[in-house]
């Protein structure tokens, strides 16, 4: 079992920036890929950028030069740093984790980005 509790999320005007931090525990050895998801009022969930545990790391085309996913194994957490932020960024921005063929999530935190 992985749980993950993501924090970070706010209200910030366009052009500001936000780090989402996503706290992994319970069997993170077995994590082989984590990454962040967001999704908007009346749209699907999207996935925004991911990193595996071999370090490859792929963005969507929204956020490239934008956002950076990072990682501190040493505190089992993975950040999505979010830069330019633009109204459209606003979502609830979810993380998962891959493990042994599972897929977890965490409960989600909302990113508002006023114009």
């Known amino acids: 079992q992985v749980q993950l509790v993501e924090s970070g999320g706010g209200l910030v005007q366009a052009g500001g920036s936000l780090r989402l931090s996503c706290a992994a525990s319970g069997s993170i050895i077995s994590i082989n890929w984590m990454g962040w998801y967001r999704q908007a009022p009346g749209k699907q969930r999207e996935l925004v950028a991911f990193?595996?545990?071999?370090?490859?790391?792929n963005y969507a085309d929204s956020a490239k030069g934008r956002f950076t996913i990072s990682r501190d194994n040493a505190k089992n957490t993975v950040y999505l740093q979010m830069n330019s932020l633009k109204p459209e960024d606003t979502a609830v921005y979810y993380c998962?984790?891959?493990?042994?063929?599972?897929?977890?999530w965490g409960q989600g935190t909302q990113v508002t980005v006023s114009s």
């Open positions: 998962r984790g891959n493990s042994d063929g599972r897929a977890y």
């Open positions: 990193i595996t545990s071999g370090g490859y790391i």
